[in-house]
């Protein structure tokens, strides 16, 4: 079994910081990427940014700038640093890990449940 746990959300008034984290345990031989997605009411799941184990990253162009993702390989662990946070921010922001399981042939993503940022005006 595989398990992928977000912390690190909360309420911020804008123009404030967040740092957001997410932990991939269990049976794991590897992970390739690792991203963080956001879905805000009423509005599909969209991609934040995107890590891949040798570091290359992605971001969503309303971030660029603004938010900064990072990993910890030996931890198993995402990092989303999000600076200069606007209320168009807010949403449920979840993380994903492309993992390779011990006695599997092929990588899997799974996902983490999500942790609630609000950023007030």
């Known amino acids: 079994q595989v398990q992928v746990v977000e912390s690190g959300g909360g309420l911020v008034q804008s123009g404030g910081s967040l740092r957001l984290s997410c932990a991939a345990s269990g049976s794991i031989r590897s992970i390739n990427a690792m991203g963080w997605y956001r879905q805000a009411p009423g509005k599909e799941r969209e991609l934040v940014a995107h890590?891949?184990?040798?570091?290359?990253?992605t971001y969503a162009d309303s971030v660029k700038g603004r938010f900064t993702i990072s990993r910890d390989n030996a931890k198993n662990t995402v990092y989303l640093q999000m600076n200069s946070l606007k209320p168009e921010d807010t949403a449920v922001y979840y993380c994903?890990?492309?993992?390779?399981?011990?006695?599997?042939?092929?990588?899997?993503?799974?996902w983490g449940q999500g942790t609630q940022v609000i950023v007030s005006s």
């Open positions: 994903n890990a492309d993992v390779l399981r011990y006695g599997s042939v092929s990588f899997r993503t799974y």
């Open positions: 890590i891949h184990s040798v570091g290359s990253t």
